[in-house]
């Protein structure tokens, strides 16, 4: 945002915000018709978000878009985050750039737009109309709504019409209708795809979206928030040469020496020093008097000096299985046969900014065959629709050799192809956009080696889960072998030779060597049906545990005919000394307003099965433990 | 030879069939996968007897066992066979190959689905017992070929009566038609009275020294050989020279097919190498038509295919071939790129295969 503000507040002298808008409406994501409406939605839902996670409230966001005329769209916005006070909404509806964050810097989604008036703006002038705000901050008050212009020459708000409603069945949060010229389309830039893949990185949000009456509800995925992403200091390395010079003109701190020890993260007293030194600049300077080249001195001495890296633990990635859920939730329709584990990668640091690289891989099933694999990008949480050929996750995909991992790809380069869906999510405290536009992340050798690293670790488990596809078909070949031929082979030599037929349960297990799982599922109204068949066809006998991951929280357990060890957002069972050749069988019924496609194998997880001897369900997650111990520690 | 001897060949054969069914029943009852060893029949795995002459099966070994479909389908089918051959002894009845084919369409999973399956398995069982499949009750379909000249052959028939049958005065002109079984139970030969025997590739040769009366005047025994010739031919040829003494000259086409022809009949042929000792005849003689003979008789040619070269080729390489003649044979072929049917003779005229062109090479041989 920075770098914007500072033009705006340069320029505001000079020309109308009015001005400023229609010159950057392609940086501020307003240049095209069909981007516009878009924008209008991502501003809007991204900073509800925000709100929700702020206050830590579970979000449920209706998105609602009428056609009222000719490319004309009334759209609405509504959430159930904390309110605005009614004092402020003026400001944060009606007046440009006011919510920008200067000094705290954090993982927000905030960071990728110029702020909900610019929506405002947008709508007035294209339609001549207000827009309409309601806010409810606590559940035994009104609510307050009022309808809001914006001055476009003085940067104010201009309000309309004020009232005091009665907001029911709201305990609090926040609505917002405008009306913008736009146009409504599907496919990959729509309104549409930025909310379904909102909602796969958001899994613990609900989202509802109303096209003229056309109703779509992407469900709640979990009921575990985001923690909550910490706000710190910027790194002096990081930093760049405009925003130092505002926070130095704004500095409560009279010395040098003290506001770099204490605006700047990671900077002590002899570190400051250091640095004044190398700057040669007197640590006793008022830093509000420093002119633009002690600031190119004081970045230049930045360089040379050495700092601690900044601190990392301040970013909120999504985590593994948290991306799987929010996944699924999307994707089951297409009932892929494999989600790969999702990584998440060790925080690391770019120019003094500490990014998260985070990559899901989802293959097979109904997923589109052909053409290339399907990119899903993510900033903080935010879906980027443009400008794929030009992000750094794009790069780091053709960077690798995608068909040792089993995947199509023409010489070795350029993009796979196949039925997959890739989704990269880039979470920062600053996040390196190509551009102001904030549409794509840029070439950051850093950047790029992260993405190309977690791409490699889920490419490797997509690779892992092949094999193990080739190795059930043959298998399942081995079934016939051990249900069918086998016993005649027993029954024919038994007869021969005059005998009875021999026990085969060890020659069988002999043959197939795995544990092998097999699950059936059946739905009706809501209801959902399975049956869990865990064979032994190991010559040993086995202790494992059974981990069943429930869609949603809301999720309920009719019955199982075994009781189950652990009932949570997952359910659980020991098995003990399962016997070669035995089978166990666990029926189970959930309801909860469950759809046909909600329940499949794909999780169903065995813990105690050596990895290559499992067939039919996936080895526990790594990240599967974090759940555990919160759910301890609760109790 | 009477009935007992016969009943103690199969009844021996039975035995062994009915290990393997006691070896998957123990394998089975120890907690092992069911599996049996087969020797390897392939080029790689032939190897000469030299006391013997002929070439032989080696010692590799191919195991098959019940861990794949495949296998453990051919160890099932194994079992349904034995059970037939089983049944067949019993009821004193046999079948040919194909009938075994069709009766599997009964055995459920055990089926077989092309008849080379069935035939190779019956091979199988043959090495892994050491009986012949004749010991099984197994026939080929196709007839064997035919004998004439002034032999007599004591044929045990359907209803058990032995019949003796002179291959010359007791047969019509297309002779006496070799059965499936020529083994001591069913087949002896009384009384010999010709120098030597001639194997004919072509049915066409055989009907014209027939017609010339060539057995008579050569006093030989003529032995049709149907291109291939099956095993009860190959058997019938070695039990005469091995029991009769009666020297073996074989009489082909000149190319590098009709080379192979006699190299079966002499040394042995790959799949059936198994069997050479009890089919081969090492001491058989090729009289012709060499290579050399086209040029001295000056005979109608074809030009060589690229197959043709290509066998001559293989040939070369071919262990069974690494002898002085057949290297100068082959390698003169190859120089004069040309090969020539038997029948080429008759640019002479019809008398002149047995007036001319045999006396002269047999008296080389000094058989005439
Ligand atoms: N839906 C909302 N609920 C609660 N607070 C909101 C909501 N939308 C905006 N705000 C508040 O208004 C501020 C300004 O928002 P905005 O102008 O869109 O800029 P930004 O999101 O970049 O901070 C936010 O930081 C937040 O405090």
Redesign the pocket.
Known sequence: ?ASIAEKLADKQQEISVGEFFERNKHILGFDSLTKALVTTVK??V???L???E??EILPEIKVEIEEVGDREYKVA?E?N????VKR?VP???G???????FHEISQ???????????VVMYGQLTTGKPTKVR?KINEKDYANEMKITLDTKKNEPEVLNEEVVLWEGKEH??R?ETTVKGLLRRGKHSVFEYLKNTAIVNPHAKIEFDRDGDKTVFKRATDQLPEKPEAVMPHLKGIELGTLAKMAKNADRRTLKSFLKNEFSRISYSKAEEICEEADIDPKTNPSDLEVEDHKDILNAAEEVKLMSPKTDCLSPIKGMLIKKGLKNVLKGNHPEYYAPPTTRDPNVYSGNPFQVEVGLVYGGELEKEGPVKVLRFANRVPLLYKKGGCATTTAIKNIDWRIYDLDQKGGKGMPSGPAVILIHVASTRVPFTSEAKEAIADIPEVIDEIEKGLRECARSLRTHLNKEKKRKKVKKKFTVVNDILPMIAKKSAEIIGEEPPELDRSLTKIMGVVYIEEESSWEDGRCKMEIEIMNYTPKERDMELFFEKPYPETELLSSNVEPDHEGDHLEWKIEDLEPSETRTFSIEFDGDLEKDDLDGTDIYIEGVGETKLIGAEPLPEDWDIELTDIEEED | MGDKENKDRYEEALESLENIAEQFYEQLDDGEVPSMDIPTRSKTNIELDRRKGVWKLGDSTTNRSANNLKSSRMLLRTLYMLELIQDMIEEGKSSTLREMYYISEGWDKAQFSKQNQSDSLAEDMELVTGALREDFKLRPEEDGARLIGDITVEEVNRKGDVRTINCRDDVGDSGYTIPYNVESDKVNFSDVNVDFMIAIETGGMFDRLVENGFDEQANALLVHLKGQPARATRRVIKRLSEEKDVPVVVFTDADPWSFRIFASVAYGAINTAYLSEYLATPTAEYVGITASDIMSYDLPTDKLSKNDRKALEQELEDPRFDTDFWKEEIETMLDIDKKAEQQALAKYGLDYVTDTYLPEKLGEMGLM
Do not use: H, T, W
């Open positions: 945002m501003e809007g991204d900073n509800s925000d709100a929700c702020e206050a916005i959430d985050g904390p309110g605005i402020k400001e944060v509806f007046k440009l750039l006011y919510g920008s964050r927000s989604r905030g960071q990728q737009g110029i702020g909900v008036s610019a806010s949060g926040m917002f």
